[in-house]
């Protein structure tokens, strides 16, 4: 069966990195648009970024964009999303999902907190 296991949060100082990781198993990860969407404490759920089949393409929410980048590497079944310049803004559980004909399946998250 499906499945979507993310690893790499935790408590970051606000300025500092942080690169999450998605382990994709169940189906053929080079075949599926793949994406990060998080919840932040209290929040409803927010569209992070987007990375196409053959990852030529990526999307980012304008909140993230020029800080987060999204990667994958289909060799691995693997997504990843390297978060740099981090602020208390970002703090939330990051989910990975993947897409066909809309957000299908998500991970069960990794938190990121955000604190000095």
């Known amino acids: 069966q499906v499945q979507l296991v993310e690893s790499g949060g935790g408590l970051v100082q606000p300025g500092g990195s942080l690169r999450l990781s998605c382990a994709a198993s169940?189906?053929?990860?080079?075949?599926?648009?793949m994406n990060w969407v998080r919840q932040a404490p209290g929040k409803g759920r927010e569209w992070v970024s987007r990375?196409?089949?053959?990852?030529?393409?990526?999307y980012y929410a304008d909140s993230v964009k020029g800080r987060f980048t999204i990667s994958r590497d289909n060799a691995n079944n693997t997504l990843y999303l390297q978060m740099n310049s981090l602020k208390s803004e970002d703090t939330a559980l990051y989910y990975c999902v993947r897409e066909y004909d809309g957000l299908d399946y998500w991970g069960k998250g990794t938190l990121v907190t955000v604190s000095s």
């Open positions: 169940g189906f053929a990860f080079s075949t599926y648009w």
């Open positions: 990375m196409v089949i053959g990852g030529s393409t990526t």
